[in-house]
């Protein structure tokens, strides 16, 4: 495969790209949700609340970080996450405007 041409798109629809392939692995997914449910920052072990690896856990929640989505602090040796609010609406807000492009035209033959 060849480097993708970022440069042929527009900012909106490589960030929607970048967020959507964040989204795209099911173990970022049970992460997320988990701290949905939660409703707040926690420092429970995801390993025991999820049945991954820790190495795997550790992998996702550092693409999360990356991307904006989770955001995490150190306290001695715990480690405290939670969804970052700021980024959480503006990632709603570029799904929503998306799928709101959408215009049911009831087509025939499609």
């Known amino acids: 495969m060849g480097v993708t041409k970022s440069n042929l798109f527009t900012n ?3 960030q929607l790209a970048q967020v959507a392939k964040v989204f ?3 173990a970022r997914v049970a992460i997320v ?6 409703n707040s920052c926690i420092n429970s072990d995801l390993v025991q609340e999820l049945g991954l ?5 550790s992998q996702h929640l550092r ?10 602090t150190i306290e001695g040796v715990s480690v405290n996450y939670c969804i970052d609010a700021a980024r ?3 990632t709603k807000n570029l799904f929503l405007q998306f799928f709101d492009r959408y215009q ?3 087509c025939e033959g499609c």
């Open 63 to 72: 693409e999360l970080k990356e991307m904006g989505i989770v955001k995490g």
């Open 104 to 106: 049911d035209l009831s």
């Open 12 to 14: 909106n629809q490589n």
């Open 24 to 26: 795209a692995h099911p």
């Open 53 to 57: 690896a820790q190495a795997t856990i």
């Open 88 to 90: 959480w609406k503006e």
């Open 33 to 38: 949700e988990h701290l949905l449910h939660a």
